[in-house]
Nanobody, 117 residues
Framework: QVQLVESGGGLVQPGESLRLSCAAS????????MGWFRQAPGKQRELVAT???????DYAASVKGRFTISRDNAKNTVYLQMNSLKPEDTAVYFC???????????WGQGTQVTVSS
């Protein structure tokens, strides 16, 4: 059974930082592209960042330079370090795992990030 369990969300003020974690089980972690998506109320889910096993990373333009995705294959965990948070970063953040070269993908349950003064 595949599980992606996110943690680390919360309420912070603008300019502060948060680190999200996503622990994966039931998959061969190194064979998956790991990503973070987010969905704000009334908006579509959007890609935030992705990480391949080969250390290639990609970011949405809105978070480039502020967010950093990383992965620890030994711990089957992917992280999202979020710095200089803005109110527009408020959303539910979802962890995603997609098998390389296939359409197989899994989602976590999501963790709420709220940026407000």
């Amino acid at each position: 059974q595949v599980q992606l369990v996110e943690s680390g969300g919360g309420l912070v003020q603008p300019g502060e930082s948060l680190r999200l974690s996503c622990a994966a089980s039931g998959i061969t972690f190194s064979r998956y592209v790991m990503g973070w998506f987010r969905q704000a109320p009334g908006k579509q889910r959007e890609l935030v960042a992705t990480s391949t096993n080969g250390d290639y990373t990609d970011y949405a333009a809105s978070v480039k330079g502020r967010f950093t995705i990383s992965r620890d294959n030994a711990k089957n965990t992917v992280y999202l370090q979020m710095n200089s948070l803005k109110p527009e970063d408020t959303a539910v953040y979802f962890c995603n795992a997609q098998r390389v070269g296939t359409a197989q993908r899994f989602w976590g349950q999501g963790t709420q990030v709220t940026v407000s003064s």
